[in-house]
């Protein structure tokens, strides 16, 4: 899962739309596109979206 995937499913054309409409802050985002949304944060968001959203399988692996 990437932000841009995020920012698809909220309808978001800013990252401040999508920092609005998830409640994670700017830096936040800016963090998960250089290093990636954290396995966990993405297990919330597949929950979220009732699965409409994946989290990426390779990331949940330690």
Avoid at 11 to 40: A, F, H, M, N, Q
């Amino acid at each position: 899962m990437r932000p841009s995937d995020l920012m698809r499913y909220f309808k978001c054309k800013t990252k401040r739309e999508l920092s609005l409409k998830t409640g994670y802050s700017e830096v936040t985002l800016w963090k998960w596109e250089k290093k990636g949304i954290p396995p966990r944060t993405q297990a919330v968001f597949e929950l979220t979206t009732k699965g409409k959203l994946k989290a990426d399988l390779e990331t949940l692996t330690p």
